[in-house]
């Protein structure tokens, strides 16, 4: 389903007029159909994180495989001092330490990711590295995960802000409807004061996950 430019403006909390203008002026993503703005939802979000703007959950309530924020992490784990000296050496200890139980998975796990290598994630600032909304990982038979890793030292993928990230969120997810839905909500976690301080400040899982409840889902 495609959003009107009145329903976007609704999701990202922005009036009609701004909308209009970040279509011409930033390249929003968006199709003229009859007159009228059409915009996709994943292309929406992928735009919003690029640049730095929260879109709603509300975008993607229908998608009911997706658990809340705060499940997933629970699910996911929370990972300290996770060896880094480069890229591919990090995404390996992370994958290590994922909640599969088939190693064949995991090994499939890893593969993607090294395929897409920095591509896949997305740096959001303040050291912070989310997945990308083109490179799900999907695996259906382990439902929607959030692990979140700590590393030891720090990699530069070209930050917004221009710094290095030392803090990684994955997802699993079981459909790419469900990989959309969980990012978004995390994209919109980390928008919350609370929820940032309380990653920036590395707090053990279950007072992440607590932040991330009080946070809630929109």
């Known amino acids: 389903m495609k959003l009107t430019a009145t329903e976007a403006a609704s999701l990202l909390g922005v009036s009609d007029k ?7 002026e930033l390249a929003l993503p968006a199709q003229r159909i009859q007159g009228q703005y059409r915009i996709n939802r994943a292309e929406l979000l992928e735009w919003a994180t690029e640049n730095g703007i929260a879109v709603s959950p509300r975008a993607f309530r229908q ?3 997706a658990p809340s924020l705060a499940e997933a992490i629970r699910a996911g784990g ?14 390996r200890n992370i994958v290590a330490q994922l909640p ?31 997945p990308h909304v083109r490179t799900p990982i999907i695996l259906a038979a382990a439902g929607a995960v959030a692990s979140l890793s700590f590393l030891t030292e720090p990699i ?9 990230v030392d803090t990684f ?13 969980m990012l978004a909500r995390l ?13 920036r400040n590395r707090v053990p899982a279950e007072i992440l996950s607590a932040a991330a409840a009080l946070e809630g889902s929109d």
């Open 18 to 24: 701004k909308v209009y203008a970040w279509i011409e």
């Open 156 to 164: 530069d993928l070209d930050a917004p802000d221009g710094r290095a």
């Open 100 to 130: 599969v139980s088939d190693d064949a998975d995991r090994e499939m796990l890893l593969e993607v990711l090294l395929a897409h290598d920095s591509s896949g994630v997305a740096p959001v600032g303040d050291g912070i590295a989310i």
């Open 63 to 65: 998608e009911r495989e």
């Open 78 to 91: 929370v990972h300290d001092a996770v060896p880094s000296p480069d890229l591919e050496t990090a995404l």
């Open 169 to 181: 969120f994955f997802l699993i997810c079981p459909t790419v409807h469900s990989h959309l839905a």
């Open 187 to 199: 994209a919109h976690a980390l928008r919350d004061e609370r929820f940032r301080a309380a990653v």
